[in-house]
């Protein structure tokens, strides 16, 4: 499967969240085990321990008593692995959520499913061959021009986009809100796009011949 939609920060994000469920799921069991309660021949072992205390058994019947439940395993040391990995999965995934925040652009980046519904489009783009980024979204998502005209893009969002093509080979580079970009084609063909800040934001450029 190509994941190359998504760019770095989407990557970033997936592994961190995987990292951080896989590490709490760790950190429950590991706690699971550290309070799960001591084994019966430990809590006989105290018992025959008092008893030899107050003098109701004698020494051959305490070394007798030791022999046959074993050493005590309540002095072992339990093993920590579980919790130990769980913190670390989990502060890993948080440093690398932080990362992927930051590649997005910050708090402005990462802006997109909560604020859709709250900004709608608001176009200033002129008709015909541009436009207009607003609400998340490239409208119109598919864009049909002539050979050798020029599309621009218009960020009237509040929240920072880009425009870059699918394959990597052109972009716009971060644009601001109120900023634009503009791209002539002079081959005909399909040209899709996407923003990197926002993965379901995808368009296409229809460029057919003069």
Known sequence: ?????????????????????????????????????RPAGDDAMEIVRARYARGEID??????????????Q????????GLLLGAALLIAGLILGLVAWASFGGYGGMMGFGMMGMMGP?????????VTMAGARFTP????????EMVR?????????TVTAADRSW???NLSPGASFERRFDAAGTYSYVCLYHAWMTGTVVVSGS
């Open 59 to 72: 020494d051959e019947q305490f070394s007798n008593a030791k022999q046959t439940l074993g050493p005590s």
């Open 171 to 173: 972009d716009s580079g």
């Open 74 to 81: 309540s002095r072992l040391a339990r093993p920590r692995g």
């Open 141 to 148: 998502a598919t864009l049909t021009i002539k050979t050798g």
């Open 1 to 37: 499967m190509n994941w190359s939609f998504l760019g770095t920060g989407g990557l970033l994000w997936m592994v961190a969240a995987v990292l951080a469920v896989v590490g709490i799921v760790a950190l429950i069991l590991g706690a699971i085990g550290a309070t799960q309660g």
């Open 153 to 161: 893009w218009f960020n009237d969002d509040a929240m920072p986009h």
């Open 122 to 130: 608001a176009p200033t783009a002129p008709a015909g061959t541009s």
